[in-house]
């Protein structure tokens, strides 16, 4: 339960601890200074050589990117989504008593609605600042039933409205951005990086621009967590989705506003995340 909201600053702490055997714990420390999280992998995940246990402290980083963010939108007929979200915080992680330092970002989503498919990426650099983009798209590709990447039928993607966000701490601003494009494509390297399946891993353009910055990046994926969802729906008919995430390597990075241009070399790392789907879940 929590405790120290008597005060009225709302700076409290509190833990949520389910009743299970395993430990899938989630805290707040005093004074809003960080929150902790602990799981607990499953056996069967164990048996294909996942760890045992993951101990996570996340702690504030720099301002924006460290402030919880909210956002919804309702389109009618009870459709719509939520979403809570950190978008950096610093990490400390011990994974089977190992320990890492990093960051992460952290978010809940609730959604109502039909899921089309879309894609969205981060961005960590190591000044804090904070970069995403969002597209939701329609293709040919909403029809795939399966996981499979690279189908013949992706050749079209009709993109709706892209989005994007940059926290930018050298500037010491946040740009907003409302126009978005991603290009998705496969490597034409001798030895393209694969997935456990032997599918060759994505490389991906984005570009996001405003009256007054643009940002231009090229990136690979590194490796390859997918998801799928199948749902019932009427008359005995499924709907498929397929769910990727891709850790990220940053190939070339531009970013033009009015006092320059800013590229890979100004920054020591940058690291990020992808997701990418396909199929339509309704």
């Known amino acids: ?53 993951f101990e996570a402290e996340l702690t504030p980083w720099w301002g924006p990117p460290s402030t919880l963010t909210y956002s919804n939108n309702v389109y009618g007929f009870d459709m719509g989504y939520d979403i809570l979200r950190l978008q950096g ?36 650099f190591d000044d804090g600042s904070y970069l995403d983009w969002f597209m939701p798209h329609t293709t040919p590709g909403m029809t795939s ?17 892209g989005t994007g966000i940059f926290h930018d701490a050298n ?4 740009e907003n951005f409302k126009r978005c494009e991603v290009e998705v494509s496969e490597p034409d390297d001798e030895e393209p990086l694969r997935d456990e399946q032997g599918n060759v891993l994505p490389k991906f353009r984005i570009r996001i621009w405003n009256g007054r910055t643009q940002i231009s990046i090229d990136v690979r994926a590194c490796s390859r967590a997918r998801w799928t969802f199948d749902q019932p729906t009427r008359a005995g008919m499924v709907s498929h989705l397929t769910y990727n995430e891709y850790p990220l390597e940053v190939e070339r990075i531009a970013i033009l506003d009015e006092q320059g241009l800013r590229t890979i070399d100004d920054y020591e790392w940058i690291m990020g995340n992808a997701e990418h789907t396909w199929g339509i879940l309704h």
């Open 1 to 53: 339960m929590p405790n120290g909201y008597d005060d009225g600053t709302g700076e409290g702490t509190g833990a949520i601890v389910p009743i299970l055997d395993e430990d899938f714990s989630l805290g707040m420390r005093p004074g809003n200074k960080g929150f902790w999280l602990c799981l607990t992998s499953d056996a069967e995940a164990r048996a294909e050589g996942a760890p045992t246990s």
């Open 89 to 124: 915080t610093k990490l400390s992680l011990k994974v089977d008593g190992e320990e890492f330092e990093g960051t992460a970002y952290f978010q809940k989503v609730s959604v109502q609605a039909p899921s089309f498919p879309w894609f969205w990426g981060m961005l960590h």
């Open 145 to 161: 039933m399966d996981d499979k990447p690279w189908r013949l039928r992706d050749f079209l993607r009709n993109p709706a409205i």
């Open 171 to 174: 500037r010491g601003r946040t």
